[in-house]
């Protein structure tokens, strides 16, 4: 359905609005973090360590087993039961995830699940057989951040919110809410909004994934296997029982060893804070990493101090270490991983050579580190994950005639609309502004030197002239622009239109919109086109032009 061709420019990622400085380090500078991660941020690290790897071979069967049936369930095709075929036979792992955002969620998401897939086909090509796979978020409680999303539309952009189940389902792992009768409506007014080729393919989509008795999990699940259908992403739910029960003993050798692993992760703070870094994951002496899922709700498992036989806390009950291992045993299911513990889990099952990782993850990586040394004993290779920009054919035209780039409107707004207004000046009084300003600098010039030579004394003057000339005349031509702007709303509508689609609420596109009225209006090979432009070393935020 893409016929035009896409144009590229590129923006350094340190260049980005809100970038951190441990992020920019990152991208720029590995060699001084190289203390909190173990590998460098390239392809060749990850095939050095999906090389080296030593596969669990029993773990690799079980989770195999797990996988065929989740993945069968959310109606995977043949391309996913391949790559399920080649991880049982030890293929290496690049993982990625996300929070089971509805109808997919902010734009980036789709991105890091092309990125993983792009690692792994150039992998494989070059001899090394891996696989990508996709964790979903559905043990998280914050249903507030996913039960949402950004619909582009052609009359702006609508917020979709699925309405609050009510207070049975207060702290519940999301993954385990279900969506209720008001999501029928809701895909009805997603799928009216949208326009293009294909349209009707992406709504079948919606509806064939975000149907009623669905959660959260299941229906993000059932969407992604439908968009990246024929791609072969393999998609994991841990929420999955037989998950935890193999995911048991790192769960009681974090238990075991909390104390430990506080003063680590302590110890990791002060030392990120020292090197004027950040701690993502505030740690105090109380802390442990773990939750436990308490008469349905995920409530965290509190220390009472440093000494283990103190015991722990849950919600308002004291229990005892034996007690908490007893439960542990028995009942694996009800526990959960926090932010920090969660790759840990998620490597122990995978085997991961490498892992997608945004910016705030990659901080959360500087802490885990700690956790991997005392835990696994080792750590994949943590890769930047791929972010974009898609600029429709309309926006291209808009920034065109305004002379914008993506750059300008991180300048603020009232930057954005100076140099839109600029920009209305009709063309010719443009031309007459060019040509009257060119002719007054090439007349001072041209009295610099005779004045000089009349009395050296006089430079100083005539720059000060020149400078007040200047700008008077440049104030005159922006307060002509701001004249021209002011008898005609087209200039509110544009800067409307442009704000709206590309920088969001004052965040990037990518971090708020979601991407299927984009698939709807340019088919679905724009996948393969943004996956083809996903370079290794993903350290540039790319601006498509379309």
Request: proline share 5%; with cysteine; net charge negative.
């Amino acid at each position: 359905m893409m016929t035009q061709p896409m144009e590229c420019h590129c923006i350094s990622a340190v260049e980005l609005p809100h970038t951190t400085r441990l992020y920019s380090t990152y991208i720029q500078n590995f060699s001084s973090l190289a203390e909190y991660h173990s590998h460098p941020p390239t392809l060749e690290s990850v095939r050095k360590v999906a090389t080296n790897l030593q596969i669990d071979a029993t773990m690799r069967r079980n989770v195999t087993e797990v996988l065929r049936k989740q993945n069968e369930a959310l109606g995977s095709d043949a391309s996913v039961t391949a790559s399920l075929d080649r991880f049982a036979a030890g293929a290496a792992v690049v993982v990625t995830g996300q929070q089971v955002g509805l109808f997919s969620g902010p734009a980036y998401t789709i991105y890091k699940a092309l990125h993983a897939l792009r690692i792994a086909n150039d992998l494989t090509a070059a001899g090394t057989p891996t696989v990508a796979v996709f964790w979903l978020a559905t043990e998280d409680h914050d249903l507030a951040e996913i039960n949402h999303c950004y619909w582009p539309t052609k009359n702006g952009v609508e917020r979709l919110d699925l309405a609050d189940p009510g207070p049975a389902f207060v702290g519940k792992r999301v993954g385990e809410i279900p969506l209720g009768d008001e999501v029928a409506a809701l895909v009805e007014r997603a799928a009216g909004a949208l326009d293009g080729p294909a349209a009707a393919d992406i709504a079948l989509a919606l509806r064939e994934s975000y149907g009623t008795v669905e959660t959260y999990g299941t229906a993000f699940g059932k969407l992604m296997a439908r968009l990246f259908k024929g791609r072969g992403l393999i998609l994991i739910d841990p929420l999955s029982p037989e998950l935890h029960r193999l995911a048991a003993p790192v769960f009681r050798a974090a238990l075991d060893q909390h104390a430990e692993i506080t003063r680590d992760l302590i110890e990791r703070g002060k030392s990120l804070e020292k090197a004027d870094y950040h701690a993502q994951v505030k740690v105090v002496e109380r802390s442990t990493l773990l939750f436990v899922n308490q008469d349905g709700q995920r409530t965290p498992l509190t220390a009472h101090g440093s000494d283990p036989s103190l015991g722990l806390t849950l919600g308002e009950r004291q229990l005892s270490s034996e007690e908490i291992a007893a439960l542990l045993e028995k009942a694996p299911e009800l526990f959960s991983p926090n932010a920090l513990l969660r790759p840990i889990v998620q490597d122990t099952l995978l085997g991961s050579a490498a892992i997608i990782a945004g910016p705030a993850e990659i901080a959360y990586y500087a802490q885990s580190s700690v956790i991997y040394k005392r835990l696994l004993g080792r750590m994949p290779v943590i890769l930047p994950r791929a972010t974009f920009t898609i600029v429709p054919p309309h926006l291209v035209r808009l920034l065109g005639k305004y002379d914008l780039n993506l750059s300008d409107f991180f300048e603020g707004r009232q930057a954005l609309r100076k140099k839109m207004e600029r920009g209305s000046v009709p063309p010719e009084l443009a031309q007459q502004f060019d040509a009257a300003e060119k002719t007054l600098r090439d007349m001072l010039e041209g009295m610099r030197k005779p004045i000089a030579t009349l009395d050296s004394t006089l430079s100083g003057s005539l720059e000060n002239a020149e400078s007040k000339i200047l700008y008077n005349f440049t104030a005159l031509r922006e307060k002509v622009a701001r004249a021209m702007a002011f008898r005609s709303s087209v200039l509110d509508g544009h800067e409307r239109q442009l704000t709206e689609l590309l920088y969001h609420d004052g965040a990037l596109q990518e971090r708020s919109l979601c991407l299927l009225p984009m698939l709807a209006a340019q088919g679905t090979e724009l996948l393969d086109e943004l996956l083809k432009r996903i370079p290794a070393d993903a350290t540039n935020h790319q601006v498509v032009y379309l």
